[in-house]
Nanobody, 124 residues
């Protein structure tokens, strides 16, 4: 099973940008669909976005569409999340996830491979 380590979180003002990175090891990275989930205080974990194994197709939650961009570099075993026009409601712990399906079916049930999470805080 692939191991995942996120980085790049931090504190940013509303309207600012952050780029999260996720490094994978221990598996064949290109075999996995990669995604990001987030969990805000007192709320359930929610899907943010997913990217196909070849990096051609991606899907986003409506709440981040047009502001966030997911990308991957299979040569570097890494996936990225560029977050622009950040809002206070984007404040959450962001998790990198590896799944065997584009629908992230295992991850949505709490399975799959998860990173430890990185905190993103957006101040108003």
């Amino acid at each position: 099973q692939v191991q995942l380590v996120e980085s790049g979180g931090g504190l940013v003002q509303a309207g600012g940008s952050l780029r999260l990175s996720c490094a994978a090891s221990g598996g064949t990275f290109s075999n996995y669909y990669m995604g990001w989930f987030r969990q805000a205080p007192g709320k359930e974990r929610e899907f943010v976005c997913v990217i196909s194994r070849g990096g051609i197709t991606s899907y986003y939650a409506d709440s981040v569409k047009g502001r966030f961009t997911i990308s991957r570099d299979n040569a570097k075993n890494s996936v990225y999340l560029q977050m622009n026009s950040l809002k206070p409601e984007d404040t959450a712990v962001y998790y990198c996830v590896a799944d065997r399906t584009l629908s992230m079916s295992a991850a949505r049930q709490g399975s799959g491979s998860w990173g430890q999470g990185t905190q993103v805080t957006v101040s108003s």
